[in-house]
């Protein structure tokens, strides 16, 4: 059973960067691709981007094109996430996701 765990998020200022990460355990991290969500107060969980397993294709969101960049490292585990260009609509939990499974999630305030 693989497990995520998010960290990483925090409160920054409207241009501000922030660097998620997600830890995974259990099954061979390289065998699968994942992806990061997000969901803002009252409004539905979204795709934020995703990268294939072996990091070799990335795919984003429109919002996000040129301000967010996913990677990876198998030999960690891990997959970040980089922000850049904070606005305050990026405001939301950030949760990672694979094979069907969630994290728990972690916030990211962008203030104005």
């Known amino acids: 059973q693989v497990q995520l765990v998010e960290s990483g998020g925090g409160l920054v200022q409207a241009g501000g960067s922030l660097r998620l990460s997600c830890a995974a355990s259990g099954r061979t991290f390289s065998s699968y691709g994942l992806g990061w969500f997000r969901q803002a107060p009252g409004k539905e969980r979204e795709f934020v981007g995703g990268?294939?397993?072996?990091?070799?294709?990335?795919y984003y969101e429109d919002s996000v094109k040129g301000r967010f960049t996913i990677s990876r490292d198998n030999a960690k585990s891990t997959v970040d996430l980089q922000m850049n260009s904070l606005k305050p609509e990026d405001t939301a939990v950030y949760y990672c996701n694979t094979l069907g499974l969630w994290g728990q999630g972690t916030q990211v305030t962008v203030s104005s």
């Open positions: 990268i294939s397993r072996n990091g070799d294709n990335m």
